[in-house]
């Protein structure tokens, strides 16, 4: 099918909406919680195909209230900014200056400053936010002394950056405040709420506001799909699919995550479903 508009009520990152416009695209930053590594999975089981954006011309809303990752995304629509924004980062890295004193100088700086977009304030946060998940990672023991991936002279994230596809889209800070109007056929609506249980990060969606943005935008005419840790049941009663994904994760696995398991509740039937393993010898589970 296609797809005229995609909609992230909960954007972050926005790794699936990149991973659509682009085959082989990521966020430039990592974020606990980010579906990189799931975006191939769950575009096959909404029927749509890594890249398939860029040549329907998908435009993309994302909602998000966190004001620093809403520069992120700023910049996946701005290519000049994300240029401006990576010769910054780039522009650190040559400086000489030690790469702790340099976290602690940036993180002096207090919060994203707003609304007004400006290139060193991405550049500031994208810094930062790549910093404090490595550092989190190797605190935890997710990444080992001997693999520590430190982009300490910022050449990778620059990188990134500034190869990020430039994405048509409309950015909001609150999908709650989103009335949509009668969709176009092929309107996908991907929610990445915070798990039941787990960090909520800047949104403050509990289960009841999930539920309401998810029948509001399915009463609309969108393909609705929720991620989750466990099969939302109360949309399931109505009777939406349910899809489990665990197993379809690319590269590094949640190992020392509590959340293990990973489900789409869909208002549709899917697209696609993983195969499931039969049992060994045909013995009991």
């Known amino acids: 099918m296609t797809c005229p508009l995609f909609v992230e009520p909960c954007a972050g990152t926005a790794a699936l909406s990149l991973r659509l416009h682009h085959p082989r695209a990521r966020p430039p930053v990592s974020r606990m919680g980010a579906k990189t590594g799931y ?60 790469p702790r004193a340099l976290w602690e100088r940036l993180r002096a700086e207090g919060p ?48 990134a950056l500034s190869l990020a596809p430039t994405l048509p889209a409309t950015i909001t800070d609150d999908a709650r405040k989103v009335d949509p109007p009668r969709l176009p056929d092929g309107t996908v609506c991907y929610m990445d709420p915070p798990y039941v249980g787990t960090t909520g990060y800047s949104h403050k969606l509990g289960r009841g506001a999930v539920l309401e943005l998810a029948r509001k935008w399915e009463a609309a005419g969108a393909l609705v799909c929720i991620s989750e840790a466990e099969p939302i049941g109360a949309l399931v009663a109505d009777g ?20 293990q398991r990973e489900y789409l509740t869909l208002s549709r039937p899917p697209a696609w479903k993983p195969p499931v393993q039969g049992q060994l010898f045909g013995g009991a589970p």
Do not use: M
């Open 39 to 98: 975006a191939d999975a769950i575009l096959r089981v909404l029927g749509l195909r890594p890249g398939q954006g860029s040549a329907d011309r998908t435009h993309y809303i994302f909602c998000e209230p966190d004001q620093g990752v809403r520069l992120l995304l700023e910049a996946y629509r701005d290519r000049d900014l994300a240029l401006a924004a990576a010769d910054i980062i780039r522009g650190w890295g040559k400086s000489g200056e030690e």
């Open 240 to 259: 939406w699919s349910v899809v489990e994904i665990t197993g379809e994760r690319k590269g590094q696995k949640r190992t020392f995550s509590k959340q």
């Open 112 to 159: 994203p400053k707003g609304p007004e977009v400006d290139p060193r304030e991405v550049a500031r946060w994208v810094q930062r936010a790549v910093w404090s998940y490595e550092q989190g990672n190797i605190r935890t023991g997710f990444v080992g002394p001997g693999q520590r991936r430190q982009d300490t002279t910022g050449t990778a994230t620059a990188t």
